[in-house]
């Protein structure tokens, strides 16, 4: 049974840093392409950024030069460094790991940019 668990969410003010960090159980962690989502009240879910198994990286325009996605596989971890952090980027966060589409999805962690 593969579960996702994010952690790392919380208040940050414009400018500022976090980071999120999303812990996989499971089997075969190293072969799943794995992202990381958001969905803001009133929005839909959207990708924010993504890895694929070989390391390949996309990120969305507006997180581009900002955010950087990571990950261990040895770990089973996947990380998400939130930089120069804007109060659009409030919003729940979400980990995603799939072989297919849709995958598996943790429980979200908040990240609140305000002042």
């Known amino acids: 049974q593969v579960q996702l668990v994010e952690s790392g969410g919380g208040l940050a003010r414009p400018g500022g840093s976090l980071r999120l960090s999303c812990r996989y159980s499971?089997?075969?962690?190293?072969?799943?392409?794995a992202g990381w989502y958001r969905q803001a009240p009133g929005k839909p879910r959207e990708l924010v950024a993504s890895?694929?198994?070989?390391?390949?990286?996309t990120y969305a325009d507006f997180v581009q030069g900002r955010f950087i996605i990571t990950r261990d596989n040895r770990e089973k971890t996947l990380d998400l460094q939130m930089n120069n952090l804007k109060p659009e980027d409030t919003a729940v966060y979400y980990c995603?790991?799939?072989?297919?589409?849709?995958?598996?999805w943790g429980q979200g962690t908040q990240v609140t940019v305000n002042s």
């Open positions: 890895i694929a198994n070989g390391g390949e990286t």
């Open positions: 995603n790991a799939r072989l297919e589409t849709p995958g598996y």
């Open positions: 499971g089997s075969f962690f190293h072969i799943y392409h």
